[in-house]
């Protein structure tokens, strides 16, 4: 099995932009889809980006996602930041046997 | 969409437990389902998908041959029964739908219900 590692937590302020990394241990980052997941605190999560960086319907285009190859990284960046994005967020992607989270990253607006 | 969770509770160390999740605001048998869990505290875990056929399905090895995920589509319901539960069981269980008919594995959960807590203890 493989291994989704994400920074524990990550801080910003609001109307700013940041990015979380998603980095995968083995096998291929672009060969395999990746999904990003928020949680807000006390809720259910909800679905932000899927298949590396396509957005449902209803998520706002200041959530986008990317991958790049060279570092085997998914990464999520936030732009325009505001207070009820903070949340943990989840990366998520799959292997022929199994379907993996990372551990989450904690994003604090201040 | 709406789906409902039920069905947690508290439950002693290799005994039984079936979740339940009602499903509606959508064709509940054109779409492949999962549960996914949270221990308290952590992050989330990939437990089991369905499709639309008995055989076309997903188990995380941890709960490979203790749990059984099904449905029954004349009530738009899924299931999840849970034998030989452990401590490590505990955790909230979110009923999910994927984002196709077929459980592959590029599958993707695009909606999520509001979860059911298990606690598994003496």
């Known amino acids: 099995n493989f291994v989704l590692t994400q920074p524990h937590s990550v801080s910003e302020s609001p109307g700013k932009m940041v990015t979380i990394s998603c980095t995968r241990s083995s096998g291929s980052i672009a060969g395999n889809y990746v999904q990003w997941y928020q949680q807000r605190p006390g809720s259910a999560p909800t679905t932000?980006?899927?298949e590396d960086r396509r957005r449902p319907s209803g998520v706002p285009d200041r959530f986008s996602g990317s991958i790049d190859s060279s570092s085997n990284?998914?990464?999520?960046?936030?732009?325009?930041?505001e207070t009820e994005d903070e949340a943990d967020y989840y990366c998520q992607s799959y292997d022929r046997r199994s379907r993996v989270f990372g551990e989450g990253t904690k994003l604090t607006v201040l | 969409?709406?789906?409902?969770?039920?069905g947690g509770g508290l439950v002693q160390p290799g005994g039984s437990l079936r979740l339940s999740c009602a499903a509606s605001g959508f064709s509940f048998n054109r779409y492949a389902m999962s549960w996914v869990r949270?221990?308290?505290?952590k992050g989330l875990q990939w437990v089991a998908s369905l499709g639309g056929?008995?055989?076309?399905?997903?188990?995380a090895d941890s709960v490979k041959g203790r749990f059984t995920i099904s449905r029954d589509n004349s009530r738009n319901t899924l299931y999840l029964q849970m034998n030989a539960l452990r401590v490590d069981d505990t955790a909230i269980y979110y009923c999910a739908?994927?984002?196709g008919f077929q459980v592959v594995s590029s599958s993707w959960i695009e909606f999520w219900?509001?979860?059911?807590?298990?606690t598994v203890s003496s």
């Open chain 2, 1 to 6: 969409v709406q789906l409902l969770d039920s």
């Open chain 2, 97 to 99: 739908r994927n984002d």
């Open chain 1, 73 to 81: 990284s998914a990464f999520l960046t936030i732009s325009g930041l």
């Open chain 2, 53 to 59: 056929s008995p055989t076309n399905t997903y188990y």
């Open chain 2, 113 to 118: 219900g509001q979860g059911t807590l298990v």
């Open chain 1, 48 to 50: 932000l980006i899927y």
């Open chain 2, 38 to 41: 949270q221990a308290p505290g």
